[in-house]
């Protein structure tokens, strides 16, 4: 079984700003909420852990693997969405400048890209490329992911569930 967790809060996702591929660390609130999801993560009794390449993603997993006794294993096919030229910008500005381009980033629109930067269409590739393979190396019990909110969104859509919400920071979704 493979479940897919949030990263913890960082002060980008309080200010509404684009983070892509940028190396922004949890705040407090985010530490704290890795904590908590190595609580959740330990229940689950995981045989492996999985991280995106990414600070956040990766700090967050140190924390639950503190907890777990697992060193978390780097997969940057789990990396959020590189925003390109929007990253460090705030929702609100681009949705004034480029009310349709944020239109499409807030659906998910598989053909859109961000300027500068990736499609979600390149990013599904990756994170169900990502997904077959650890799928296959883990029939036997759970894989965890410590990952990012699109890549969660286009997971879920792509096993033909809703993946128009935003799963919070910190949290654990069963695929």
């Known amino acids: 079984m493979i479940y897919l967790a949030r990263h913890g809060q ?3 996702n309080v200010e509404g700003r684009f983070q892509g591929w940028g190396d ?3 705040d407090e609130t985010g530490r704290q909420q890795a904590r908590q999801l ?3 993560v330990a229940e689950l009794e995981p045989l492996t852990l999985v991280s995106s390449n990414i600070a956040r993603a990766l700090e967050t997993a140190t924390i639950v693997a503190g907890l777990i006794g697992l060193e978390p294993q780097i997969d940057s096919r789990f ?3 590189e925003t390109g030229d929007w990253t460090d910008r705030s929702f ?3 949705a004034a400048e480029e009310p349709e381009a944020f239109t499409s980033f807030v659906e998910l629109k598989a053909d859109w890209g961000f300027p500068g930067g990736e499609s ?3 990013q599904a590739a990756r994170v169900a490329a990502g997904l077959d393979d ?3 190396r883990s ?3 759970a894989t965890v992911i410590i990952c990012h909110g699109n890549v969660i969104r286009l997971a879920l859509r792509d096993a033909g569930r809703d993946g128009s919400e935003r799963p919070d920071n910190g949290s654990l979704v069963a695929l």
């Open 120 to 122: 979600f269409a390149t």
């Open 10 to 12: 960082t002060a980008y």
């Open 79 to 81: 990396a959020e969405t």
């Open 139 to 141: 029939e036997t019990g």
């Open 24 to 26: 922004v660390p949890l």
């Open 134 to 136: 650890w799928r296959a």
């Open 92 to 94: 609100a500005d681009v």
């Open 38 to 40: 190595a609580v959740a």
